[in-house]
């Protein structure tokens, strides 16, 4: 077989699927509304909690997808196309978010990959993980997408690059630093993020779960956007807990 390892996994990607208003079958996404168009409709049908934005990330199956979209208050739905991970998205689900933006997480990807995948699945930002360098964010950028530049944290000078991506990045994400790639599932020291002093807002993740929200209305930073929520809101990896994300999100609020 003469196919590389993407052209591979390209090939496994069904072409655009008919997709209706409510994100079944039925509807061309060609047409969808425009990016800018679903991100005004977002600010007055679904205003943020506290100021903040709701990121629910690694989801995969499209009844899941809906039961937490339905939340209201979710505002970003994040899909993984890092193979190694068990939150892997490898097939378009019967079901994609309408209302809430969606993210594609990559890991050190070809350009080529990423632009398959915002296509087919009409991804509005795009999440690296990797050693991405500036160059290659802002390239991604000027192709139309929003770029979200995670950053693995466990001292302040774990922060000391973060400024190299300042003119790149649309937000970043601090995470706790480990091992593999995508996070731990563990919370690092949130004060480390005081000596961030930089222009880009950022959300913060890494170790959430539902007993965090007065820990995380207790933590202000001005350049603080929103959360994160993965691993500690699911029944298994992959399947979030509609009910303990609606729990925590009415805690947040309170």
Same mark, same amino acid.
Request: charged residues 25%.
């Given at each position: 077989?003469?196919?590389?390892?993407?052209?591979?996994? !390209?090939?496994?990607?069904? +072409? #655009?699927?008919?997709?209706?208003?409510?994100?079944?079958? @039925?509807?061309?996404?060609? *047409?969808?509304?425009?990016?800018?168009?679903?991100?005004?409709?977002?600010?007055?049908?679904?205003?943020?909690?506290?100021?903040?934005?709701?990121?629910?990330?690694?989801?995969?199956?499209?009844?899941?997808?809906?039961?937490?979209?339905?939340?209201?208050?979710?505002?970003?739905?994040?899909?993984?196309?890092?193979?190694?991970?068990?939150?892997?998205?490898?097939?378009?689900?019967?079901?994609?978010?309408?209302?809430?933006?969606?993210?594609?997480?990559?890991?050190?990807?070809?350009?080529?990959? !990423?632009?398959?995948?915002? +296509? #087919?699945?009409?991804?509005?930002?795009?999440?690296?993980? @990797?050693?991405?360098?500036? *160059?290659?964010?802002?390239?991604?950028?000027?192709?139309?997408?929003?770029?979200?530049?995670?950053?693995?944290?466990?001292?302040?000078?774990?922060?000391?690059?973060?400024?190299?991506?300042?003119?790149?990045?649309?937000?970043?994400?601090?995470?706790?630093?480990?091992?593999?790639?995508?996070?731990?599932?563990?919370?690092?020291?949130?004060?480390?993020?005081?000596?961030?002093?930089?222009?880009?807002?950022?959300?913060?993740?890494?170790?959430?779960?539902?007993?965090?929200?007065?820990?995380?209305?207790?933590?202000?930073?001005?350049?603080?956007?929103?959360?994160?929520?993965?691993?500690?809101?699911?029944?298994?990896?992959? *399947?979030?807990?509609?009910?303990?994300?609606?729990?925590?999100?009415?805690?947040?609020?309170?």
């Amino acid at each position: 077989n003469s196919e590389t390892p993407s052209d591979s996994r !390209i090939s496994r990607i069904p +072409d #655009r699927r008919d997709i209706d208003e409510n994100g079944t079958s @039925g509807r061309n996404l060609t *047409e969808f509304p425009a990016s800018n168009a679903i991100t005004n409709r977002l600010k007055t049908d679904n205003p943020m909690i506290n100021g903040k934005i709701i990121k629910v990330c690694g989801m995969r199956e499209a009844p899941n997808i809906r039961d937490v979209e339905s939340l209201q208050k979710v505002d970003m739905i994040g899909f993984i196309f890092y193979p190694k991970s068990p939150r892997y998205i490898y097939e378009l689900p019967a079901y994609l978010p309408v209302r809430a933006r969606r993210v594609g997480v990559f890991v050190n990807e070809d350009k080529k990959v !990423i632009t398959m995948y915002a +296509d #087919r699945f009409g991804l509005e930002y795009i999440q690296l993980h @990797g050693k991405e360098s500036p *160059e290659y964010c802002q390239s991604l950028r000027t192709s139309g997408l929003k770029i979200i530049k995670a950053f693995s944290v466990a001292r302040p000078k774990d922060l000391n690059h973060v400024s190299e991506y300042e003119k790149a990045c649309n937000l970043f994400l601090f995470d706790t630093k480990c091992e593999q790639y995508g996070g731990s599932g563990n919370q690092f020291d949130w004060n480390i993020l005081h000596t961030y002093n930089g222009q880009v807002p950022f959300l913060l993740s890494g170790g959430i779960n539902c007993h965090s929200a007065n820990a995380l209305k207790e933590f202000n930073h001005p350049r603080l956007a929103g959360y994160d929520l993965n691993s500690r809101f699911e029944r298994k990896a992959g *399947e979030k807990d509609p009910e303990r994300i609606r729990m925590f999100l009415n805690e947040l609020k309170s």
